[in-house]
């Protein structure tokens, strides 16, 4: 059923609006009827003048048609108590059907992926800044390379021989010095291939960063099986990588002479 007239629908259409709320949109149409409907992001309500009540669909944000029928168990003469019904029921579904779909798909898709190339290489402390550097400068220009280490002392030393010694504009380093803005910036210009090698902090960046666009990694200082190595190696070894070729990742053991 519909209301009879288009002014009868925007008349309840409005007042219904003033009740949701800012972020609520609303939708009046004609269709064997005047219809009226409420929309904010996903959520979408509609009213049933037949039986005064009202039920929601949740569906794509910027349509009003809905995927997701929640209308059969959570009708109401309340909007809002429909709306905080359906949400609890979406929120079900997502935490006991999608959620797990979601976690299994991207296992087996990780699963999927070409495995890390590791290669393991022992350096002595005596080791000096320039034999590392040659060791950065022999691998292709085309690479885009993350070296990891836990000395931002030797991080800054190496980047600043990299940049000033030899030459490359296209290397940055981040360390917990710099403030969000500054570390956005630089991993967004590492991610598009405007910075092509990038010292990094590793207690500060293991985790909460993407840099799916490397092809190498390299770790000054820490072992294979160290719980951060493994979260760093994470922010590039992850579905969305550019790169179809194996992750290489070469790991430098400190030794003593």
């Known amino acids: 059923m519909s209301f009879d007239t288009e002014a009868k629908a925007q008349t309840h259409a409005q007042e219904v609006l003033e009740i949701l709320g800012a972020g ?4 009046v149409w004609n269709n064997i009827g005047w219809h009226c409907a409420w929309q904010n992001g996903a959520i979408h309500l509609h009213y049933e003048p037949s039986g005064s009540y009202y ?3 949740i569906g794509r944000v910027g349509d009003y048609g809905g995927h997701m029928d929640l209308s059969s168990d959570n009708r109401s003469t309340d909007p809002k108590e429909a709306i905080r019904s359906a949400i609890q029921e979406a929120q079900r579904v997502f935490r006991e059907v999608w959620r797990p779909i979601q976690d299994s798909v991207a296992m087996v ?3 999927m ?3 890390p190339a590791i290669a393991y290489r022992k350096y002595s402390s005596q080791r000096s800044c320039d034999d590392i550097c040659e060791m950065l400068m022999d691998y292709p220009d085309t690479d885009s390379i993350v070296v990891y280490g836990s000395n931002t002392s030797l991080l800054s030393q190496l980047y600043r021989y990299m940049w000033y010694e030899r030459d490359r504009a296209d290397v940055d380093i981040l360390t917990p010095a710099h403030g969000v803005a500054e570390i956005n910036k630089v991993l967004e210009y590492f991610q598009d291939g405007k910075v092509k090698l990038l010292f990094l902090d590793i207690g500060a960046f293991s985790t909460g960063i993407t840099l799916t666009k490397a092809n190498r990694m390299v770790f000054l ?3 294979p099986d160290d719980k951060r190595t493994k979260q760093a190696i994470g922010r590039t070894h992850r579905i969305g990588r550019d790169s179809a070729e194996p992750l290489a990742v070469t790991h430098f053991d400190k030794e003593t002479n």
Do not use: K
């Not at 609520?24 to 939708?27: A, C, E, G, K, S």
């Open 24 to 27: 609520w949109t609303l939708r």
């Open 109 to 111: 898709g990780l699963a």
């Open 113 to 115: 992926m070409e495995q």
């Open 221 to 223: 200082d820490e072992q």
């Open 55 to 57: 039920h929601v669909l």
